[in-house]
């Protein structure tokens, strides 16, 4: 396990670069994103270890000065640009949005204004490669051109939201969950004058559906409504979401069929669950990361059939609120306070994540060993 201190700046969200293997960029705001600056760490793993890449001030053959990205405001997301190596944009508590440009000095290349609150969530459509989409407190997502200086497109959704995202199957239609405990699709293909392309709203909390080959669920599946906090589309299956928030519990839906309440339920975690997000490997996988102070590996249940009477895994549904034949395959606890931001590095061997918190750290560890103790 490889660890990196940010000190003073409490971790919000880590990404690894979609062009190489061995950086990351990290998000993170001081005094715990309530007030204060906010700072984008770029990081390189080396064989010695995780370096700050970004250096700035006067160097000389015994010492150097090393900075990271300032921002006036803190920091709670981060996105890589999709088609230019050394872009990455963060979403910051002041409603600004900020295009860096890591081989220049100091400041960004880009800046928007637009959100009335704080912006949460930042999200590069994967297919497209030439827009983003931001969500915020204000109840707005909004779509941007990094070459242009206002936003194209703003898709209400009248809740406080905390997370949005393209799909990575389509570059028009993307999503987002939201306080008021519901998942939302919209399609930009759809004429905006009907209802803003919104073309599907799913309650998080609705339980789930009887399923042929499946114990039936229990009559504790329903929860009521609470904060929905993140969410993340399957890398392999274009319809599965899965979604998770203040009522500790993961749950993936089939959006090919709305009103049959979630195809997998997964408890365990001891608080909310802040990040979600699916394995690029494995199509059953995912991760998560938790105010438990854990990271958790999960499989939905898919790709094992129904698990309920597999002898080799009693404890598949041994939760009275598990459905779907998922499990917790392992976790880590090296984290000493809220874990907040997790990510799947896409190089390489499978299994390698990195994870960020309000402990300040960053930590590197592989999840395969994980999911094999």
């Known amino acids: ?15 690894y670069s979609p062009f190489f293997d061995s950086r990351i960029a990290v998000a993170s705001s001081a005094n715990f994103g309530l007030v204060g600056n906010g700072r984008l760490y770029i990081l390189g793993l080396t064989p010695k270890g995780i370096i700050a890449e970004k250096w700035y001030g006067p160097t000389t053959a015994t010492s150097s000065v090393t900075a990271p990205f300032d921002t006036q405001d803190s920091l709670y997301d981060l996105s890589w640009s999709e088609t230019h190596e050394n872009q990455v944009v963060v979403a910051a508590g002041d409603g600004s949005i900020k295009l860096f440009d890591i081989a220049l000095n100091d400041f960004p ?16 459509n994967l297919v497209a490669k030439d827009t983003f989409c931001s969500s915020s407190w204000d109840g707005c997502i909004k779509i941007w051109s990094p070459h242009r200086p206002e936003s194209l497109v703003t898709l209400p959704t009248h809740s406080c939201t905390y997370s949005a995202s393209f799909s990575p199957h389509s570059p028009t239609i993307l999503s987002s969950v939201s306080s008021d405990s519901h998942l939302r699709i919209f399609d930009l293909r759809t004429p905006a004058s009907v209802s803003n392309h919104l073309t599907l709203s799913i309650p998080l909390h609705s339980p789930p559906q009887s399923r042929p080959g499946f114990a039936p669920p229990s009559p504790l599946g329903g929860h009521p409504p609470a904060e929905a906090l993140t969410h993340d589309w399957n890398k392999y299956r274009d319809t599965i979401i ?11 839906f089939d959006i090919r069929a709305p009103s049959q309440g979630p195809v997998a339920v997964l408890p365990g975690h001891g608080y909310a669950v802040r990040k979600i997000t699916w394995s690029p490997h494995l199509s059953d996988v995912l991760l998560s990361a938790s ?26 549904v041994s939760d009275q609120l598990a459905f779907g034949g998922g499990r917790e ?45």
């Open 291 to 316: 105010y438990d102070m854990t990271c958790r590996v999960w499989t939905d249940g898919s790709a094992m059939g129904n698990g309920a009477s597999n002898p080799q895994h009693p404890g598949l």
């Open 329 to 373: 395959m392992g976790r880590m606890g090296r984290h000493t306070e809220f874990v907040i931001g997790v990510d799947w590095c896409l190089f390489g061997a499978e299994g390698w994540c990195a994870s960020c918190g309000w402990d300040e750290r960053l930590l590197v560890w592989d999840a395969k060993a994980l999911m094999a103790s």
């Open 1 to 15: 396990m490889l660890e990196f201190r940010t000190q003073g700046f409490n971790g919000y969200a880590v990404k």
């Open 109 to 124: 290349v880009q800046s928007w204004q637009e959100h009335k609150r704080e912006v949460f969530a930042v999200h590069w």
């Open 242 to 252: 899965a979604a998770a928030g203040v009522d500790r519990i993961i749950r993936t």
